[in-house]
């Protein structure tokens, strides 16, 4: 801090610390009641979740206590029909594999087209295309994720349609490539702040000792940063767990189990938009099976940022 | 939300950006409706469509109330809202003061929201249910029930669909019903096309639903549970119109809407064993059977004294016919809407479909609708 550079600011400090009205007391008891008023603040965070949580939990004891509804058939089964059918079925595999398939195609594109974008950000190009590409990274981020659904029903599909065979107009390829484009600005970001933050010393050792510009990025820079590249990768995965409106618009509305993304499956949180917007009735038993579709999700993404610590964990490299 | 209406809404392509352009429009259209009844003109060319010349002049001469103000509440099946819609977008035209929001989660769910006492109106594509008529005994609220149009419930299937000419209730059975559970088209007639059957159906808590369930099922039996499903007959016809072996049902107006896109299926009629394909000729002599079905809309007894209500409702019922042919219903005969604006003067409440014991009524619109067969509480 260039101290002599600003003269306002000292004389400011001079008088705030001159005032000749401070009290010691007067002082302690400011501090004090600013102390909690920031620890009200953290606390907030908690209390939010704490109390979703509270409300996720008694609503899926609710819905475990109908009599329709049994453990072993929610977690056993892989048939999810709460409103057709004679045998209402709830067996949660089925919107869990819809949403495990949509994220895997969306993280078979958005992993390795971020990383690799973010090695050349990184390590390759130019400023001038850095200062181009950045911004143009940050506008795809910004997009509504109702664009993106809309994009994926009517661009995409119909795309998909001309070149495979049998693709249904709702279907898990187009809605998982949407959430692939959606997740790949957050990969893409992460890893080249992660990469950039690798020491330069590091590099011009490895220039030292006579690697080529692919070496030093592949073999010194990306194991270097590992720790905060598979931090954005998890970071992504459970973005596209979550993601809502894509899928709701272009995944389709039949929970089965299924590999095939040409054909239409429903994700957790497809079923919730579904069930939320009108077709229910209230405080029955598909009405709180929403609760416990919430809480199985919940429960995923919880388990994914503890891997996720533990994993950071173990690869962190430190240089200090 | 009363200028989102009109029907060549339902006529937009798959919905969401030509809704808008529809919302934009027709808000400038109203807009200027206070000061130029030239405009109401000129909306009713716009949406009619295909509406003869004489109806749609009846709806063009009007003149404009802004002294009486309210808030008519419409919610239910999604099957009568395009009747409700354009029934609210004309009346707002004459009492640009009423405000009338018409909502379209599902017949159930309407009449749960009617029963509760949250809205005046409840769009119905079934009469009421034994059970419904008891819960709204029970919360006291009485209602007049009155027939608005006929359906025809139109079974489609893709455009490029060579193979599908027609198709029997036994048929359908196969394809929709838990017991059939046809996988693939070569497992509902022999010699078609061995490719995995598609299939959309509108959400339970659809009148159009229920009405199907218990034709193709019948009381007891259960529509399979791998069907995709959407409250949003939006949804339904780009499901089927994208997928080249789905088959799905709605109610006539969404496919008359969209029938560049879809092909209806013409359906053996059990008796004569004819088949017959849902025109408005067809649905109203009843011939499509046992696809055609009135439409209903339910009016709160206790509300009807609030002048708002009592006017839109007398609206609603004096142009239902040319609503109905707008929208791509078909009118009920004139006298059923005269039975029915007579109830409404004289507040004369309970449904026809049901016996006092509580048993189902069913027939004709012409042979239920009857003073004697009403029943109240």
Redesign the interface.
């Known amino acids: 801090m260039p101290s002599a550079a600003s003269p306002e600011l000292s004389t400011a400090v001079q008088q705030v610390f001159a005032n000749p009205r401070r009290s010691l007391r007067g002082t302690r008891a400011r501090e004090v009641i600013i102390y909690f008023c920031l620890i009200l603040c953290a606390c907030f965070s908690i209390l939010i979740t704490v109390s979703i949580l509270g409300v996720l939990a008694k609503e899926t004891w609710n819905f475990f206590q109908d009599e329709d509804v049994t453990l072993a058939n929610f977690l056993g089964s892989t048939?999810w029909?709460p409103?057709?059918?004679?045998?209402h079925?709830f067996g949660i595999w089925a919107l869990v594999s819809g949403t495990m398939l949509i994220t895997v195609i969306a993280m078979a594109i958005a992993l390795p087209l971020g990383l690799i974008s973010a090695i050349y950000l990184s390590e390759y190009a130019p400023t001038r295309v850095r200062d181009i590409l950045k911004p143009v990274l940050e506008i795809l981020a910004g997009i509504p994720t109702v664009v993106y659904g809309?994009f994926a029903?009517m661009t995409i599909?119909p795309m998909l349609?001309r070149v495979l065979s049998e693709v249904?107009?709702?279907n898990a390829l187009g809605a998982g490539i949407a959430v692939g484009i959606l997740c790949f600005p957050t990969v893409c970001s992460l890893s080249e702040d992660a990469l950039r933050a690798v020491p330069r010393s590091l590099r011009e050792a490895a220039y030292g000792l006579g690697g080529t510009r692919f070496d030093v990025a592949i073999k010194v820079v990306l194991p270097a940063a590992l720790s905060g590249i598979i931090s954005a990768f998890l970071l992504a995965v459970a973005r596209a767990i979550g993601e809502t409106m894509i899928v709701a618009l272009a995944a389709?509305?039949?929970p089965?189990v299924t590999i095939d993304p040409r054909e239409?499956v429903q994700t957790m949180t497809g079923y919730m938009v579904?069930m939320a917007?009108?077709?229910?009735?209230?405080y029955d038993v598909e009405y709180y099976s929403l609760y416990a579709v919430a809480f199985t999700l919940f429960v995923l993404t919880l388990t994914l940022t503890m891997i996720g610590n533990i994993v950071r964990k173990r690869f962190r490299e430190k240089y200090e | 939300m009363t200028n989102r209406a009109l029907p060549f809404i339902v006529s937009s392509r798959t919905g969401l950006l030509p809704k808008l352009a529809a919302i934009g429009l027709c808000c400038s259209l109203w807009g200027c409706n206070g000061t130029d009844s030239t405009a109401g003109k000129n909306t009713g060319a716009a949406g009619s469509g295909s509406a003869p010349a004489s109806d749609a002049a009846d709806l063009e001469k009007f003149e404009v109330n802004t002294e009486l103000q309210g808030k008519v509440l419409v919610d239910g099946s999604s099957t009568v809202f395009p009747i409700s819609e354009a029934a609210a977008s004309e009346f707002a035209k004459r009492y640009p003061n009423v405000n009338i929001p018409v909502g379209s989660s599902g017949t159930g769910n309407g009449f749960e929201r009617f029963i509760t006492g949250q809205i005046e109106v409840s769009d119905a594509s079934r009469p009421i249910k034994q059970d419904e008529f008891l819960k709204a005994k029970e919360a006291g609220v009485d209602f007049v029930e009155v027939p608005v149009a006929y359906d025809g419930l139109t079974i489609v299937v893709h455009k490029a669909n060579t193979w599908v000419d027609q198709l029997t209730v036994d048929e359908l059975k196969k394809i929709f019903t838990e017991q059939g559970m046809a996988k693939n088209w070569s497992d509902v007639r022999a010699g078609w096309p061995e490719n995995p059957i598609q299939i959309f159906a509108p959400g339970t808590a659809s009148g159009t639903f229920d009405y199907f369930k218990e034709v193709v099922a019948g009381k007891e039996g259960e529509l399979r549970s791998d069907m995709s499903t959407s409250e949003d007959d939006n949804v339904l016809v780009t499901g089927v119109s994208g997928s080249p072996h789905s088959i799905g049902f709605f109610g006539v107006a969404y496919f008359e809407a969209n029938s560049d896109k879809l092909k209806a299926v013409p359906i053996v009629n059990p008796k004569t064993s004819s088949a017959v394909m849902p025109t408005p000729a067809n649905i109203e002599s009843g011939e499509y059977s046992p696809f055609s079905r009135p439409l209903f809309i339910y009016v709160a007894a206790s509300k009807m004294g609030r002048p708002d209500v009592k006017r839109f409702v007398q609206f609603y019922v004096e142009h239902a016919a040319t609503l109905a042919q707008q929208t791509g219903y078909v009118a009920l005969p004139q006298e059923i809407y005269d039975r029915a604006l007579k109830n409404i003067k004289a507040k004369a409440t309970g449904t026809h479909y049901l016996t006092a014991e509580g048993e189902k009524r069913s027939g004709s619109v012409m042979d239920v609708f009857q003073d004697a067969n009403r029943t109240s509480f």
């Open positions: 048939k029909n409103t057709l059918g004679s045998q079925s809309f029903l599909t349609q249904n107009v709702f389709g509305s039949r089965h239409d579904q917007t009108g077709d229910i009735s209230n």
